[in-house]
């Protein structure tokens, strides 16, 4: 995983592109106050990685271990913190401020990491788009799930058997956005189409894994 940060979800808008004229709906993320917390190398701490802080919060409100890590550290209270896996030759300096949103820019592909929207409890229909039973008057199995069982051998159900249960709030990765605008005066990145969670809730942009350049 390389560096890459953390952001509040705002909310969805679109843009127009100058030249076509065509509309393009985005996804604006407040990407403001990413900073480092934390260096760790592979000589102390067995791996690279660069931990980030994100969004201040009240020091009354942190449990004793994060407010203690924090305050070692010498970094202010923060609600989030987040490790990202880097190579040795891509660990930042001491003293070094994170880049923001230096990291992209425009055209850019990222993956967007974040907690879905909670459904709550579901039915098989739809938490696994099942087609469902008969539907005639006299089938009373309309949205039913049907039979679960594997008969006598092994006269058990499946493990990952599709059945009623909750739904959603689920970590979930949408790949291979494209970065539509970066806005340094506002602190927000514009991001290609919809991504996981609701607004105001926590999102992680990485550089997309399966789709470099532009």
Not at 25 to 39: E, M
Request: charged share 20%; proline share 5%.
């Amino acid at each position: 995983m390389a560096l890459g940060l953390i952001g509040k979800k705002v909310g969805m808008t679109r843009v127009f592109n100058q030249e076509t004229g065509s509309m393009i709906p985005v996804t604006v993320i407040d990407v403001a106050g990413n900073t480092f917390a934390q260096v760790k190398t592979a000589d102390k701490d067995g791996y690279n990685a660069v931990q980030v802080a994100f969004d201040a919060q009240k020091e009354s409100r942190l449990s004793k271990p994060v407010a203690g890590h924090l305050k070692k550290l010498g970094v202010a209270p923060v609600k989030l913190l987040k490790e990202f896996r880097v190579e040795a030759s891509e660990l930042p300096a001491e003293g070094a401020t994170h880049p923001g949103l230096g990291l992209f820019e425009d055209g850019a592909w990222v993956d967007v990491i974040g907690t879905s929207k909670g459904k709550g409890f579901q039915g098989a229909m739809r938490r696994h788009n099942f087609h469902g039973s008969p539907a005639a008057h006299g089938s009373m199995m309309h949205r039913r799930t049907g039979s679960v069982g594997a008969c006598a051998t092994p006269s058990r159900v499946w493990k990952g058997q599709k059945m009623p249960g909750h739904m959603g709030n689920e970590n979930t990765t949408v790949q291979n956005l494209r970065v539509v605008q970066v806005r340094n005066d506002d602190n927000v990145i514009l991001v290609s189409g919809p991504v996981p969670g609701a607004r105001g809730s926590y999102v992680v942009i990485r550089p997309a894994k399966k789709k470099q350049g532009k």
